[in-house]
């Protein structure tokens, strides 16, 4: 089993900075996936970005490029998402989620394991 717990959250204005931090803990092997998801009011779960547990392998959303960079700490078991230049719509709850590939999913159903998720609003 594995649990995510997710923290950093919170309100900002547009053009600013968050960083969400998600802590990992159980077992976690080197082929999983970690990623962040976000769902706004009314819409679906989206995937926002992914990184491999044991290194590289990196993917974002088109819309956040740029803007968000993914990364971990594996001395920590804490993977984060550094969020730049915010706009009103990245304003969701934002999700951790892992699973068990040897590829990316992008799909919120291939991923088995979730954190509870941390509010992300920002202004305009």
């Known amino acids: 089993q594995v649990q995510l717990v997710e923290s950093g959250g919170g309100l900002v204005q547009a053009g600013g900075s968050l960083r969400l931090s998600c802590a990992a803990s159980?077992?976690?092997?080197?082929?999983?996936?970690m990623a962040w998801f976000r769902q706004a009011p009314g819409k679906e779960r989206d995937f926002v970005a992914s990184?491999?547990?044991?290194?590289?392998?990196?993917s974002y959303v088109d819309s956040v490029k740029g803007r968000f960079t993914i990364s971990r700490d594996n001395a920590k078991n804490t993977v984060y998402l550094q969020m730049n230049s915010l706009k009103p719509e990245d304003t969701a709850v934002y999700y951790c989620a892992a699973t068990a590939r040897y590829f990316t999913p992008r799909d919120s159903s291939q991923y088995n394991y979730w954190g509870q998720g941390t509010q992300v609003t920002v202004s305009s």
């Open positions: 159980g077992r976690i092997g080197s082929n999983y996936i």
């Open positions: 990184i491999r547990w044991s290194g590289g392998t990196i």
